[in-house]
């Protein structure tokens, strides 16, 4: 602390207007550098901050012109718009858009925000400059951008994994599948009963393996695909979803009832995959021999619409309820109920990446009710969200 | 096409020995007689278009079926080299890939591809796709005789 100095008695003995010792304090509580210049643009007055941003003792200032705290290459041209500041003394924030820097007593320099007012007028006029240390919020600014760009760089590898899974594995999957195929065609019930048994398990590990290619697929693309944000005439969506799984409804003779559907902005095409693995899912886990019902309603939020897929299948233990939005997560054996665990994953991504979320709630007779909200107006609702 | 009872020549071009079997089979027993003729990357079937050795004794392909992604010269380099030869532009070619992209579709239509297809993923639907080409470009289309 300093001795019980009045720094506004200033240099020359001019007093300010309020008492000293009240004016005195705030200065000196003030978060930022506070230094008081002349019209010729030497230092009259600095605060304690002034001292411990620069690296001053205060006297070592007082009586100096303040270029002085400049780095050198800008010491010039700061006279210059020092005496421009004069002819039109606004209080206003200096260099906005330039990066400023301060230099310490040490030479070393920091990033600075500075803000100029002004005290009387005419020759007497005091320049008071507010000098703020902005190291902290340049790092975590330069932090922020490394991590943007980090995220954007993962992004695109993951696409570019995307596009590798699609074609090259695809590839020579396609070729085992071709000749396994073959193979069940032609010598099924010829060879023995192990060849038969055989043939089976690899066109079925084949089968299986082309569904996870083809889930991963969704799954990345899903999180990496740009959105196209529309009004999305959700009873359209769902007619068409319908259509598309009119085999496996008609196969298990389900019941599939549909409320009157809101309008709502979305991706078309994340939309309907959500709503295709949902119905899927209400399709696939029902128990032998019960016809499956399904109905799909849609209830107003606040700021946002809430979607429910409602089936009459096995239900979920409440113990496994978020579980099961996790990859690869199947609580049920693969010869019970097919599926690589990735549907619900997909349809997670798809709706956080709305800015909804989406949760399940099961009945206590059975069945499970899948529920995902999507607000109203999603925030930045443009096509690079990521 | 059935009033002319020499095989219609076929040149497949196409790197992937699984795929040429498959379509060699399909082809064998198709509706109409052919030659199929396989050229494993595209220099080599530029060589046998334009006779070049040891091609010399070459037929002239009725139909070219041309995969995309080849070795050394790729599909889209043949194709515009033959449609851009005064003496190979006629000569009906069809895409045969892997590729689902749009870019590859359009390149190809720009370049006049007679006809893009996607091989399909399962076999059934393979075989079901050559026999249809069979079907249209060997049976149905009157091709221009060389």
Request: charged share 25%.
């Amino acid at each position: 602390m300093h001795p019980q100095t009045s720094y506004l008695g200033t240099a020359d003995g001019r007093d300010a207007d309020l008492p000293h010792q009240a004016v005195e304090s705030l200065f000196n509580a003030a978060p930022d550098g506070l230094v008081v210049i002349e019209a010729s643009g030497v230092i009259v007055v600095v605060n304690d901050q002034t001292e411990q941003l620069f690296g001053y003792a205060h006297n070592e200032l007082l009586g100096v012109p303040i270029e002085v705290l400049l780095p050198e290459s800008l010491r010039e041209v700061h006279t210059q718009h020092r005496a421009e500041y004069l002819r039109d003394p606004t209080t206003r924030s200096m260099g906005v858009g330039l990066e400023l820097y301060g230099v310490r007593k040490d030479a070393s320099r920091f990033p600075v925000d500075i803000n100029l007012s002004s005290l009387h007028a005419g020759p007497d006029m005091l320049v008071i400059a507010s000098v703020r240390d902005v190291t902290g919020r340049k790092r975590a600014e330069l932090l922020l951008e490394a991590n943007r760009l980090e995220l954007e760089r993962s992004n695109l590898d993951l696409a570019s994994f995307a596009y590798v899974a699609s074609h090259d594995l695809q590839e020579p999957l396609r070729m085992v599948s071709s000749y396994v195929q073959l193979l069940a065609d032609r010598y099924r019930g010829k060879l023995d009963p192990d060849a038969d048994d055989f043939i089976h398990f690899a066109v079925d590990g084949v089968q299986r393996m082309q569904t996870l290619i083809r889930d991963l697929l969704d799954y990345s693309q899903v999180g990496t695909a740009e959105l196209a944000l529309v009004a999305v005439d959700t009873n359209e969506l769902i007619a068409d979803t319908l259509s598309s799984l009119e085999p496996v409804i008609n196969d298990k003779h389900a019941q599939v009832t549909v409320d009157p559907l809101p309008t709502i902005t979305a991706d078309p095409t994340q939309l309907g995959q959500v709503f295709q693995n949902l119905i899927s899912n209400a399709l696939k886990f029902t128990a032998p021999g019960v016809v499956p019902r399904i109905h799909l309603s849609a209830a107003r939020g606040p700021d946002n619409w809430r979607l429910s897929v409602e089936d009459n299948g096995i239900g979920i233990d409440a113990v496994y309820a978020e579980r099961v939005f996790a990859p690869f997560k199947r609580l049920h054996g693969l010869g019970e109920y097919p599926g690589v665990g990735l549907g619900l994953s997909v349809c997670k991504r798809a709706v956080e990446r709305l800015g909804g979320r989406i949760w399940v709630d099961t009945a206590s007779d059975g069945g499970s009710t899948f529920s995902f909200t999507i607000p109203d107006a999603p925030e930045g609702a443009d096509a690079t969200r990521q | 096409m059935p009033l002319d009872s020499s095989p219609i020549q076929i040149l497949l071009v196409e790197d992937n020995p699984g795929d040429v079997r498959l379509t060699a089979e399909t082809l064998r027993t198709g509706k109409v007689a052919n030659d199929l003729h396989v050229a494993k990357d595209g220099e080599h079937a530029m060589a046998f278009l334009r006779r070049e050795t040891p091609h010399t004794g070459a037929p002239r392909p009725d139909l070219v079926i041309l995969d995309l992604n080849l070795p050394r010269k790729d599909g889209i380099e043949v194709l515009a080299e033959i449609k851009q030869d005064d003496s190979l532009h006629v000569i009906p070619i069809v895409i045969l890939t892997t590729s689902a992209a749009e870019r590859d579709v359009l390149q190809s239509y720009e370049l006049k591809a007679n006809a893009y297809i996607t091989k399909p993923i399962d076999v059934h639907d393979f075989i079901a796709a050559v026999t249809s080409i069979e079907d249209f470009w060997l049976h149905i289309v009157r091709l221009p005789r060389a």
